[in-house]
C-alpha cells in the first residue's frame, strides 16, 4: 500500500462508525456487525448449537457466536491464524481442500452442525470474472461440507458477491433449503458487492452428489 493510500484508508477507518465501534467494544473486526444484526433479526445462534465458522481469522464472527453459546460446540476455519478464543476450536487450513474439511468433521465427533456460517472470500485479482468464479468455487466447498456436515433442517449464513457466478450459487444453496433470502447489513459497506445468503432447513439429499468433496 502506498503512502498515500494507507493515509486514505485511515481516514475512511476513522469516518467508520462500525470501525469505531469495534475499537471501543474490543470487537476483533467491524465485521462482527453484520453477524449481530443478522443474528438478532433472524434469530440465527440458539445457545446450545453446534457452529461452524468458515473463513474466520481475524475471529470477529467466531467472537460474537461464542458469547451467544451457552453449550453447543464452535469450530473455526481458516488458511491464517487466528489469536485463541475461549470455546472456540480453531482449525488451521484450505476449507477447500477435503482433507480439511474431513478435519472439521472429526471435530463435530459424528454429530452434525445446527448452523455453517462462511465468510469466505477469495484473494481478489481485480479481474471480475475470475474474482466471481474463485468465490463460486469456495461456496462449492462449503456446499461439499453441508452435504455431509451439516444436519436436515440446519442453517447456512454465506456471504456472496453479486454477478453471474453468484446467481449459479445462489441456485444451488436455494435447491438445497427450504428457504433462503438475500441479506445486505447496514455494516457492509455501500459500495461492496458482498451480500449475504441466509439459507434454513437443509435438505441433505438435494445437494448434488458431484459438489461433494
Known sequence: M????????????????YARLAERSGARARSAYKLEEIDRKYRLIAPNSRVIDLGAAP??????????LRGGALIA????????LQKV?????DFTAPAVRAQVLDALGGAKADLVLS???????????ADQARAAALLGAVLAFCRR?????????AKLFAGESAEAVRAQI?????RARGI???ASRPQSKEFYLLARGFRRGAIAPEVSG
Open 2 to 17: 502506498t503512502r498515500g493510500g494507507k493515509g486514505a484508508w485511515k481516514a475512511m477507518r476513522r469516518r467508520d462508525p
Open 59 to 68: 475471529g470477529s464472527w467466531s467472537q460474537y457466536a461464542a458469547a451467544r
Open 77 to 84: 476455519v481458516d488458511m491464517r491464524a487466528m489469536a485463541p
Open 89 to 93: 476450536r480453531f482449525i488451521r487450513g
Open 119 to 129: 465468510d469466505l472470500a477469495p484473494n481478489l485479482s481485480g479481474i471480475r470474472s
Open 149 to 157: 456436515g451439516l444436519r436436515p433442517g440446519g442453517a447456512l449464513l
Open 174 to 178: 436455494e435447491a438445497g433449503f427450504e
Open 184 to 186: 445486505k447489513p447496514d
